[in-house]
């Protein structure tokens, strides 16, 4: 029950960074865990790890998580002792990436500042070949990638049992 009163705590003090007021449900982790099954292996990094909800499914990837905010990496530190936690900007942990990586974005894009810079540095780094593959979960109709070249898309799954309900997508 901490984390969701945590989550609601953080999503009233900034929804456009939060997104939503609960964290993601067990149905839209299992959808993204789903999506990876069938992609390259290579290292996984978890941008905007949260309280972990995504991180419970996906944890036998041995992700390194990316949380901005201290109190969830906190929280993410207590529940995932065995994982390479990096309290840091997403921004600046891509521009780290030095090896194939695939990458499970937990941050809604939808009307999120941090997409105008997200994009472009996600494009560099897909052309160069750094990242191999990219899950991501929308609220919204709409690609959220879709200024990204990647050579393939598409819309995954789309789970209704969550709050907002999302959408997966998939590129490579």
Known sequence: ????ILFLKK???N???VGSVIPSSDFLAKAIFKSIKGLDQTTVMEIGAGTGAITKHIESLNPLLVEIDR???????????HLNIVNSCALEQLKKVTE????VVSIPLINNPFKTSFIPLLNHLYSNGLVS???I???????PLEE????RKARKHFVLQNFPPAHVWVYS
């Open 1 to 4: 029950m901490r984390k969701e």
């Open 11 to 13: 999503y009233l003090r």
């Open 15 to 17: 929804p456009q960074t």
């Open 71 to 81: 109190e969830f990496c906190a929280l993410l530190q207590q529940n995932y002792p």
């Open 100 to 103: 194939r990586t695939g990458l």
């Open 133 to 135: 593959w990219c899950v």
């Open 137 to 143: 979960f929308t609220y919204g109709l709409k690609d």
């Open 148 to 151: 990204v070249d990647f050579k």
